[in-house]
């Protein structure tokens, strides 16, 4: 499974508080529309953002969800709203990215697995929320939409959006920066050596800053030790995984999203009976 991951910002931040900042980033503008892009670190350095990266941001201090749950809760039987289709923790990072920088952040991740979720931050409250999910309809089926909270109109639905794989990547970028007729999926590729029109459809990206993650002298010594707990750990991740895939091959619709911990312990749960049982063997068999 692929995953983008965008943090779009409409002004630069400022240094001091970029180089706090512990899992590392480069910061790009994109200079036909003006807006930045805060991406992984890479190394090395790329010339253009890598928004399949992985973006490790630390939560902080949790902004307060309870308005917009409510609303979700109360949206009523014709919509099927899915756990895995609403993301806390992507408005959580967005909250704290925005309480460091001191100004809005916009999170934005798509999916190939039915998942597309925006949230945008300003001042620890949740000022835009837009994700996609299904209108639940008996004769015709589940149709395709995209739910919308604001605090000033409350969640909203939006039937029939844009199919684009970045569709709804795009509309929150023009909803919250009025900024339109970006090509998303041409962002996530490198652009043609010739011609100006194809360039700029691809994104006119200039790196204005970066640094790498601020790794502790702990970290650095306990590094070997997590390669070795993450070798001895494969085994049951990967078995997790497989009963992960079997599981939702049986029943799409509990569709959930587990993390790599989760998958730990889901294998180690199918893997814990066999693997006493060799044990207890092997011991009897020494004596």
């Known amino acids: 499974m692929w995953r983008s991951h965008f943090v779009v910002l409409a002004e630069a931040p400022d240094a001091a508080a970029l180089a706090r900042l512990v899992d590392g980033y480069q910061l790009f503008r994109e200079t036909r529309t003006g807006l930045f892009y805060l991406a992984a670190f890479t190394q090395p350095l790329r010339r253009r953002p890598d928004f399949g990266g992985l973006l490790e941001r ?3 201090p949790r902004i307060d969800l309870a308005p917009v749950l409510r609303q979700i809760a109360a949206a009523g039987d014709g919509v099927a709203i899915r756990p895995h289709e609403f993301n806390a923790d992507l408005i959580q990072q967005a909250a704290s990215l925005a309480q460091h920088l001191a100004i809005p952040v916009l999170a934005i991740e798509v999916t190939d697995d039915e998942y597309a979720m925006a949230a945008m931050v300003d001042r620890g409250e949740l000022r835009y929320l837009r994700f996609r999910t299904e209108l639940v309809n008996d004769a015709d089926g589940a149709t395709l939409a995209e739910a919308v909270y ?6 909203t639905l939006v039937p029939g959006p844009s199919e684009e794989i970045y569709g709804l990547a795009q509309t929150a970028i023009a ?5 339109g007729g970006l090509d998303l999926y041409r962002y996530c590729e490198d652009p043609p050596s010739a011609g100006k029109a194809a360039r700029e459809r691809h994104g ?9 993650p601020h790794v502790s002298l702990a970290d650095r010594l306990l590094r070997p030790l997590r390669h070795v707990a993450t070798r001895l750990a494969l085994p049951f991740i990967l078995t997790g995984m497989l009963v992960y895939v079997l599981i939702n091959s049986a029943s799409p619709r509990a569709r959930d999203n587990l993390g790599g911990n989760q998958m730990f312990l889901l294998g180690l749960a199918v893997l814990a009976i066999p693997v006493a049982l060799v044990w207890l063997i092997v011991r009897a068999l020494s004596g």
Do not use: Y
């Open 58 to 60: 630390t939560i902080g």
């Open 150 to 155: 604001r605090p000033e109109t409350g969640l």
């Open 204 to 212: 006119l990206f200039k790196r204005v800053g970066q640094a790498p």
């Open 175 to 179: 909803d919250v920066f009025g900024v």
